[in-house]
C-alpha cells in the first residue's frame, strides 16, 4: 500500500510536526501554510489523490486506515507529531488518535464527528452513503461533483472567488470514481465506529475549529468538548464548512497559536520533570 505524501515546510528538524489529512473529494494540495517554525506534512488519503486506490477494500476502513498511517510516520522516522484533519479527515485523526496514540502530541478537527451513537441513524447513513457511491458508479464523476457541491453544507463557499473555486473543482474532478465509491461505502460516517464512549479517557489536547455558519458541526462540537476538559472549541466567523478554504488566515493564525501554547505546555512539563 503506498500512500502520496509532501512536506509543505520543513524547514528545521527541531520544528514540531503537523501532518494534514483532507476531506471527502480532496488532497493533500487542499492545505497551504506559511508556517516557520512548523513542519507540515500533508497526505493523500486511500482512494484519492496519488495514493493507491485500487487495492483490497478492507483497507479503505477507519482501523486499517490508520494502521497504514501510524506505519508511514514511522517509514518516515517521526517520533512525535501534531494532527490536523477537516471532516473525513478530522474523523481519520480522531480514529488514529484513539487507535493509534504513540507519538501523537494533540489534535485539531476542522468539523467532523466521533460517529452516530443512534443505531437507526447510523443504518440510515450507512444507505444514505451507499447512494451515492451508487451515484458515482451510475453517473459521471463531473454529475457527481456537480451534485456534492450543491449540498447546503458548501452553500458558504459560492462566496469565494472564482479562483478559488475553480482550483477545488478541479482537484475534485482529479478524482478516480472507484477510489470515492470505496471511501463512502468502508470509510463513510455510516460505517465509521462510535468514538463517543473512548472522549472521556482520551488524554490529548484537541483543538475543535467550526464555522459559525456550520450550524451543524456547532452542534457537534459543542457536545464534543462538553466530554474532556483536554478539548476546546473555537468558532471562526465568517466562515462555513470549510474553514481553511474560507479564512485561510484565520485558520493558519488558530492553528499556529494552538501548537505553540502546546509546545510551550510540553516543555515547562519536562522541565519540571528534569527538576525532580
Not at 59 to 77: F, G, P, W
Amino acid at each position: 500500500m503506498n500512500y502520496a505524501y509532501h512536506w509543505l515546510q520543513k524547514s528545521n528538524p527541531q520544528n514540531p510536526v503537523l501532518i494534514c489529512l483532507h476531506g471527502f473529494t480532496g488532497t493533500s494540495q487542499s492545505f497551504s501554510f506559511s508556517f516557520t517554525e512548523i513542519n507540515v506534512l500533508a497526505i493523500d488519503l486511500i482512494g484519492h489523490g496519488q495514493t493507491d486506490v485500487y487495492v483490497h477494500p478492507y483497507r479503505y476502513k477507519l482501523s486499517v486506515l490508520v494502521k497504514d498511517l501510524s506505519l508511514l510516520t514511522i517509514q518516515l522516522n517521526i517520533d512525535s507529531f501534531y494532527l490536523l484533519g477537516y471532516s473525513m479527515g478530522a474523523r481519520t485523526a480522531l480514529a488514529w488518535s484513539i487507535e493509534q496514540p504513540k507519538g501523537i502530541k494533540g489534535l485539531v478537527m476542522e468539523g467532523g464527528t466521533p460517529g452516530i451513537q443512534s443505531p437507526l441513524e447510523k443504518i440510515e447513513r450507512k444507505k444514505q452513503d451507499n447512494r451515492l457511491a451508487t451515484m458515482l458508479f451510475t453517473s459521471s464523476l463531473a454529475h457527481f461533483i456537480e451534485y456534492w457541491e450543491s449540498l447546503p453544507i458548501f452553500n458558504s463557499q459560492k462566496m469565494l472567488p472564482l479562483s478559488v473555486r475553480r482550483n477545488i473543482r478541479r482537484e475534485r474532478l482529479s478524482q478516480q470514481v472507484i477510489g470515492l465509491a470505496l471511501s463512502l461505502m468502508y470509510m463513510g460516517t455510516g460505517q465509521q465506529k462510535n468514538y463517543w464512549p473512548d472522549l472521556k479517557k482520551l488524554q490529548l489536547p484537541i483543538l475543535y475549529l467550526v464555522g459559525e455558519e456550520d450550524i451543524k458541526f456547532q452542534k457537534i462540537g459543542k457536545q464534543f468538548i462538553e466530554q474532556n476538559k483536554c478539548f476546546r472549541m473555537i468558532q471562526v466567523a465568517n466562515s462555513g464548512h470549510c474553514i481553511h478554504l474560507e479564512q485561510p488566515k484565520t485558520f493558519e493564525r488558530l492553528v499556529g497559536q494552538w501548537i505553540k501554547e502546546e509546545e510551550t505546555k510540553h516543555a515547562n512539563n519536562k522541565n519540571k520533570s528534569t527538576a525532580i
